[in-house]
């Protein structure tokens, strides 16, 4: 069974502070990884990942894949108080558009 | 990206009762997906939405409890029946958009079952 583990599942820091979230993954016939922010209900999507040590890159948010380890990993730096959201990584398999996410990490930046 | 509503965004419902949730996407997509997200948990995959015929639901999830439609390439239906407190969630609907081969969400119905 496909299987998408995240950590830490709290973080609490300060801002200004740089963060990296971890997420590992055990998906057949892997296909990609997506990361996504939860601030209410709605996920928004920020990146997605197929290929390994290539990093993405989006203002103060960066990923890469390391797809020999099966993880990836988050950065945000300079944090802010409105970075203050869940973070969710899902695995794709190939031949197949549905997401299996790992938990969340619920990410707490304080002024 | 493909921009997704969905209606209403949140109920209170009555135990025994059903709730049918509405999903509409701005332009034509290959697949749309239901989840929910159960208060403290992440997101589970109830049923992908196929165009003109049945939906294709996940394990623990069947069609008597969660009956969809899909009669068009834009906009899907859940309904949520014989509803109980368990049922309480967030139910996500999602978009497949071939052309950035990723996947969008509508902003989600919070249900409250009493």
């Known amino acids: 069974e496909d299987k998408v583990v995240q950590s830490p599942l709290s973080l609490v820091v300060h801002e200004g502070d740089t963060v990296t979230l971890n997420c590992s993954y055990e998906v057949t016939n892997f296909r990609s990884l997506l990361w996504y922010k939860q601030e209410k209900k709605a996920p928004t999507f920020l990146f997605m990942l197929t290929s390994s040590g290539i990093e993405k890159k989006s203002g103060r948010l960066s990923s890469i894949l390391d797809k020999k380890e099966l993880f990836s990993i988050l950065n945000i730096t300079a944090t802010q108080t409105g970075d203050s959201a869940i973070y969710l990584c899902?695995?794709?398999?190939?031949?197949?558009?549905?997401?299996?996410f790992g938990q969340g990490t619920r990410l707490t930046i304080n002024p | 990206s493909a921009v997704i509503s969905q209606k209403p965004s949140r109920d209170i419902c009555q135990r025994g009762t059903s709730l049918t949730i509405q999903c509409q996407v701005d332009?034509?997509?290959?697949?749309m997906f239901w989840y929910r997200q159960q208060p403290g948990q992440s997101l589970t995959l109830i049923a992908t939405a196929n165009q003109g015929s049945e939906a294709t639901y996940e394990s623990g999830f069947v069609i008597d409890k969660f009956p969809i439609s899909r009669p068009n390439l834009t906009f899907s239906t859940l309904t949520v029946s014989n509803m109980s407190p368990e049922d309480s969630s967030i139910y996500l609907c999602s978009a497949y958009a071939g052309s950035l081969d990723t996947q969008y969400f509508g902003p989600g119905t919070r249900l409250t079952v009493l």
């Open positions: 332009s034509q997509v290959t697949m």
């Open positions: 899902a695995g794709r398999g190939r031949g197949a558009q549905k997401l299996v």
